[in-house]
């Protein structure tokens, strides 16, 4: 199981932390971008996550909770990102988004939110590199993992054995020592105030046992 660190809870300041995340043993830094129109609030400017992202040397994982996607996929992919991921919910023309994120030559990810069903997203799942179902609400970090992700996971872990699919299974919310273990179908888990709560590095090993 890989770890995409999210760094949305840190408090300032930023750069520090973020170095220090970095240098831990997680495997992607996670970006969640929120625009205050899909989602209520609102994070960094794309400046000002240029100057975050001069702080690591992870690959990047790039979750966009924003309604204007095409803006943001053209800001974001300067970063050269192993992933970017736009929400289902906030696009009209899904097959569009997903070739214009690989005409960018980055992966595309597609999330769907908890009230989503698996079902929405069926058309898509032979031409996405990741699928992330969100275990939370999205809009902030700190939130309770809601139980019934897991069936949305085990779902996609089957649906791709039977048809032979690529994607990768991503879930994003609530993760700690605990939930992390009813995810096991799951490739990658993003851990954000988990984390960043406690001492990073003691956190993350417990996250690995
Ligand atoms: C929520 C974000 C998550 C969040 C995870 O909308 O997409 O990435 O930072 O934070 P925790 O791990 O605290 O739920
Ligand atoms: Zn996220």
Do not use: W
């Not at 929400?87 to 070739?99: K, Q, S, T």
């Not at 990768?168 to 851990?191: R, S």
Request: charged share 30%; proline share 3%.
């Amino acid at each position: 199981m890989k770890i995409a660190a999210s760094f949305l809870d840190i408090k300032e300041p930023k750069f520090r932390e973020v170095t220090k995340l970095s240098n831990l043993d997680v495997d992607y830094l996670h970006l969640d971008v929120m625009d205050g129109i899909f989602v209520e609030n609102k994070t960094y400017s794309y400046d000002e996550f240029r100057e975050i992202v001069k702080y690591t040397t992870k690959p990047k994982d790039i979750h966009l909770m924003v309604s204007n996607v095409k803006k943001y996929i053209d800001e974001f992919s300067k970063f050269n990102p192993e992933f970017i991921t736009f929400h289902l919910e906030a696009v009209d023309e899904v097959n569009g988004v997903i070739r214009y994120i690989h005409e960018k030559g980055i992966k595309a990810g597609i999330s769907i939110k908890p009230s989503t069903d698996i079902i929405e997203i069926i058309n898509y799942l032979d031409c996405v590199d990741l699928v992330l179902v969100m275990s939370v609400e999205p809009g902030r970090g700190g939130q309770s993992f809601i139980p019934d992700s897991v069936k949305k996971i085990e779902q996609l872990y089957n649906i791709r054995s039977q048809q032979n699919y690529q994607f990768l299974i991503e879930v994003d919310g609530g993760i700690n020592d605990e939930t992390i273990k009813k995810c096991d179908k799951a490739d990658i888990c993003v851990v954000g105030s988990y984390i960043t709560k406690q001492d990073y590095s003691e956190a993350i090993k417990k996250l690995r046992d």
